[in-house]
């Protein structure tokens, strides 16, 4: 059993000497630059010209999974919600509510792969809180992080959607709900199946510095490539058409999606986006990615269309057509 001086005590959130100490130790050491180490009650920002602004809440199971751990996933999930907007990330603030009991060297490797995750985009963390529960009242550790980017295209919008449109998919689907699930079940494959949790940041920023004409962003995090479709077909009022043949999906993936009845299109994903962008720019986008963003298996997968407004129909490889529709219920609660 861990020693109390090396796990986290609830006098480490009482604001005294403890808590001054495992800040300075554990955060203020990763975290280190000017506007955070000021330690005031607010960090002074400068702003200039239109921004956008996310928060998001992190209390994924098991804090460490193939690929990542909850501190990479806060500060990419932040990141990319900024990202899918255009919007260079400047200024995060980062919240931990910490169990009694957490053993201080977990922290600290949560901690310095957040710090290793900043560095992908630029952007600092430059005020945070910390709270420390009873034993029982939380599960080893939740993360808030807000962030705070500059809009280098205000015109990328859900509502900006038009027919014709080519629908292109960054990488591979389903990989980040897959992992999680593998981890829980005890599973155990013969392949090196990981979570697609990373920053987007550079490669959004090469669309944008190259002037791909971006109609629409997101990344397909809870209800995967599903929910993004359905969501987009029914904020523009068209409908989407997707050819199943061209969606990649990782083989690992199919697998344990047939093992256990789900969709690869339901599955969350932390590193993987949906664009909408002029059918005479797919292909160029489509080049941009593979060549200067990493995303190897990026792909034309369907096109919008004025039939069936609000409707996202999939085309199969046998011909036929279905509805791919919203997920029902929750298929894996506890994935970020």
């Not at 998919?169 to 979570?195: F, K, N, P, Q, W």
Request: net charge negative; aromatic share 6%; proline share 5%.
């Amino acid at each position: 059993m861990p020693s109390k001086s090396k796990t986290v005590q609830l006098s480490h959130g009482g604001g005294g000497k403890e808590m001054d100490q495992l800040i300075k130790s554990v955060f203020f050491n990763a975290f280190d630059n000017p506007i955070l180490s000021a330690e005031e009650d607010a960090a002074k920002l400068n702003l200039s010209g239109p921004v956008a602004f996310t928060t998001d809440s992190f209390t994924v199971s098991p804090l460490f999974f193939a690929g990542g751990d909850i501190g990479k996933l806060a500060i990419a999930g932040t990141v990319n919600d900024l990202a899918m907007m255009a919007a260079e990330p400047q200024y995060l603030s980062c919240s931990f509510i910490i169990e009694e009991g957490f053993a201080i060297n977990d922290l600290k490797t949560i901690v310095n792969s957040m710090a290793k995750e900043l560095h992908k985009s630029g952007a600092r963390i430059v005020c945070g809180d910390t709270k420390v529960v009873p034993k029982g009242c939380a599960d080893g550790v939740f993360i808030n992080t807000t962030g705070v980017g500059r809009i280098l295209n205000p015109n990328v919008s859900v509502k900006n959607i038009q027919p014709g449109d080519a629908i292109i998919v960054s990488r591979d689907v389903g990989r980040h709900g897959a992992t999680i699930l593998m981890s829980r079940e005890g599973l155990s494959l013969e392949s090196d199946l990981s979570s697609d949790c990373a920053t987007l940041w550079p490669i959004v920023e090469q669309l944008v510095a190259t002037s791909t004409p971006i109609h629409a962003m997101r990344d397909a995090t809870r209800g995967g490539l599903s929910a993004v479709l359905n969501e987009w077909s029914k904020a523009s009022n068209v409908g989407i058409d997707v050819d199943e043949d061209a969606i990649p999906v990782a083989d690992e993936v199919k697998g344990l999606c047939e093992l256990f009845g789900f969709e690869p299109y339901d599955l969350a994903n932390e590193g993987t986006f949906i664009l909408a962008v002029p059918k005479a720019a797919a292909a160029g986008a489509v080049e941009i990615m593979k060549r200067y963003g990493n995303c190897e298996h990026a792909a034309i997968i369907g096109h919008v269309t004025e039939a069936h407004a609000g409707k996202v129909v999939l085309t199969t490889p046998w011909g036929s057509h279905r509805y791919l529709d919203l997920p029902q219920g929750e298929l894996l609660p506890r994935i970020c």
